[in-house]
């Protein structure tokens, strides 16, 4: 039988171009869950498991963390029902190895649409010199609009900080890493035609219309992928 789907989505964007936030909105919009390799570490971190402290020496100076830990986390999060009626994934995959084993997991299906949310260089790096984050549940502040009580969560109360890795070098350090490592694989999906680039400029509601009429573009609402 078949039962209501909803899209397979990736997300592409540098550091800062604004991706987290898009992805709650997308994933609330399409009822599909949003896996975040870099919000799964940063839990693990969190939860002090020996796991948590060799993660942390990799983020905490914005290296990559090795592939074959990445790889074995993802497998086991697109495992749980959940992922079956579709996702949003985003932080994944950022090299070659994790791609070709994304593509693998889904045969013998594959991703509906694979998005680069695009902004210039020098926008991420103002966006993420204000970027607070919530250490409860996450959730995206900055500088320029902070929660409304002090620097206490709107939504779980939680502290609102700089995130461990905007740091100066650690930022200069992902930025590299993404030309490098990522920035080939948005070139494989648009030659899989996969690709629809979205401008990452504007107000946030902006944004995620544009994103929305491009997935809606080639995946309509009603559209039922079979249960494989
Ligand atoms: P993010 O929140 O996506 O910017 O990820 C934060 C950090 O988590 C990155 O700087 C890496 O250290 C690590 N990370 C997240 N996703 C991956 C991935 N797919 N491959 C390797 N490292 C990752």
């Excluded at 929660?147 to 200069?172: K, N, S």
């Amino acid at each position: 039988m078949s039962e209501a789907q909803g899209p397979r989505l990736l997300i592409f964007g540098k550091q800062g171009a604004g991706k987290g936030t898009q992805c709650v909105r997308l994933c609330r919009h399409y009822r599909v869950p949003h896996i975040s390799t870099g919000d799964m570490f940063r839990a693990a971190v969190q939860s002090g498991s020996q796991l948590g402290e060799r993660l942390d020496s990799y983020m905490h100076a914005g290296e990559l963390i090795p592939d074959d830990l990445v790889i074995g986390v993802v497998s086991e999060r697109l495992s749980e029902e959940d992922a079956a009626r579709g996702f949003v994934l985003d932080g994944f995959p950022r090299t070659t190895a994790q791609a070709e084993k994304l593509s693998e997991l889904l045969a013998p299906g594959d991703v509906d649409l694979v998005l680069s949310l695009e902004v210039p260089t020098e926008v991420s790096l103002r966006r993420l010199a204000g970027r607070r984050v919530c250490r409860g549940c996450g959730t995206n502040y900055s500088v320029h609009s902070p929660p409304e009580q002090g620097w206490e969560c709107d939504h779980c109360g939680g502290e609102v900080v700089l995130r461990r890795d905007d740091t100066e070098h650690a930022i200069a350090r992902r930025l590299k890493l993404y030309e490098e490592q990522t920035e080939p694989l948005v070139s494989w999906y648009q030659e899989q035609e996969k690709l629809v680039a979205i401008d990452g400029i504007g107000p946030l509601d902006t944004v995620t219309d544009r994103l929305i009429r491009a997935i809606d573009r080639r995946w309509p609402t009603d559209q039922v992928r079979s249960a494989s």
